[in-house]
């Protein structure tokens, strides 16, 4: 699935002691002697990180600085067969054709062989024994069994986004291996490799001495650990904006193109504003932002989630923000407009089926509404139910249901609507609007759960070709009628169309709180100001906050103004927990509108 990133307006001012942020390496040829230069000091270092990060360019660029008489190890050395690694990854990636089961529990050291790596820590003490320089690098070579080697280690991160550009092109290197594999397979990263990585970077978090942004092998950008340490503690003080991405795809629309000049996209429909799987961009005053991914955050949980989801959903970030183009110039039918009739799974679901730790509960929030807007939610009165189980099963996405709208109920919209679309609700985003669609996370690494049912047996995008013209998508029917709760539309009218309620105002400004239903986890808020308001995170709340009216708004703590960040219309940001008391100044002149998404238990 392709997808872009954009850095727009991007960036998080952290301002550190010049002690601290002197100590910055920017530059990957100054990065490398700097590497060397530790590791000739320290005699054996370790070179750890995530799955994307070239670390053959990184040893053949340290290979040319220390000479030949360097030892280097590759942490792949110390892992299984292949097929033995296959064997322990077959039980998360699972039989199911589109989801796996969480790998809750295990470590790397579980996909490495023992008596290698013996050999490896044999390999390092020898070097050391003959007054020679030695390496290991890749994911795992800071090992704890390694630890009683190791002088110093780095450890060199990746975000989401171009590994999964790497995984999609064939190009990622997995555990166990020197080279690309190219039949790697998506599931054995967000079931279980993932979790792997994860629990060796929290590790290496604690012992490591040096951090390197890795993103870039052209530009490398390396933290002495306190810098880092620093810049992590300051970036969740304040509100934290993110790297978006936007993807096009079947009902992909074309708003983006009067809002974001982004090269390469030629239909959007996915936009994710904030989540998880977010990369974020920290400016320290360097020559370049560091980047790292939104996880790194979560050493910090308690700042950023509070304590009653850090304790209740430990890692987890549970909200995300996404903004659903779509506008067409000219009118098209609902067939080409809408999303894939789907819906998504509960808590207990996604606990029973997949080993996830939160269902999908969503909403959807209309910020821009044409002609012709509408929201498919919910089944007609007198549709019959099983005929239309009947039709999907038939179809699996390859024969068109010619009377489809017999079955599913139309909303018109317009701005400020505001649906409820709890487990098991069928709907989709129908065309000619733009969603802001707030959910919650199900997943620590970003896994993504809608159960498609129908999606009109239409082509998808080619982003090579850059047409319509690729197969169809899979359907998950089994999952979708497991989960459906068959909600038909005097339901969704009297339950599921929520109002805003004002809860305070004083003429400059107005806070609403929409109505919500008890299967709901969050609350819908939106604050109206001419110049400025005020709101808080009690210390308990994460807040997402997105710009729908208005050009510019500033969001700075009460306690502590340098704690600050602007955003423009249509972004958003994070408001960590722990930040407490802030305020929205609006920078337009006229007046500005944030809408936010919180928990209500917190």
Known sequence: MPLYEY???????????????????????????????????????????????????????????????????????????????????????????SFGWVNTEGTLQDLMEPARVAQALERLRQAAKEGKTAVIYGPGAAVAELDGALGAVFYADFTMQPMLWQMWGGQLVPFGRREPAGDYAWKKYYYNDFYLLYRQKKAVFQKMDFYIDAVREEELKMLPV?????????????????????????????????????????????NELAGIELSVLIDLGLEKPVNIPSQNLMQRPVQMVGEYVHRTYPDLLPLQVWLDDGYFPEPVSWERSSMPIHNHPSTQYVNRHFNEPLG???????????KGSSTWMGYKETADLEE???????????????NWEDFIKRWDTNVGDLF???PGTTHGHGGNQMILEMDTGPSVAGTEYSFFTYDFARNTWDDQKKTMTAKPMRMHLDHSFANQKWIRETRAKEFHRARPIAVAGDGKFRKDQYTTIPEQPF??????????????????????????????VTIRSLDDPRRSTTIERLQACIIPAGMGRHEYVNEDGSHAMVVIIRLKKG
């Open 360 to 370: 999908r509960y969503e909403t959807y929030y209309i910020v821009e509404s044409y």
């Open 7 to 97: 850095y727009g307006n991007a960036e998080n001012k952290v301002t550190l002691p010049p002690e601290l942020t002197s100590k910055a390496v920017v530059g990957t040829d100054r990065v490398v002697r700097e590497i060397a230069r530790v590791a000739r000091e320290k005699g054996t270092v370790a070179i750890d990180g995530w799955y994307g990060v070239n670390f053959g360019a990184l040893q053949a660029a340290l290979q040319k600085e220390l000479g030949n008489g360097a030892v280097f190890l590759h942490s792949a050395e110390m892992y299984r067969d292949a097929e033995d690694i296959a064997k322990y990854q077959a039980k998360y990636v699972t039989e199911d054709p």
């Open 388 to 402: 239309w189980e009947r039709l999907c099963r038939e179809s699996e996405n390859k024969k068109v249901i010619p």
């Open 226 to 270: 306190d810098t880092y340490q620093a810049m992590v503690d300051e970036a969740v003080r304040q509100p934290v904006k993110q790297v978006k991405i936007l993807q096009p795809g079947p009902w992909g629309a074309y708003r983006y193109r009067d809002l974001w000049q982004v090269e390469g996209l030629e239909c959007n429909a996915w």
């Open 523 to 552: 609350h819908i808020e939106r604050i109206f100001l001419e110049e400025r308001a005020e709101n808080d995170t009690e210390g308990r709340f994460m807040h997402i906050v997105t710009l729908t009216e208005g050009r510019r």
């Open 420 to 422: 409820h679309i709890p």
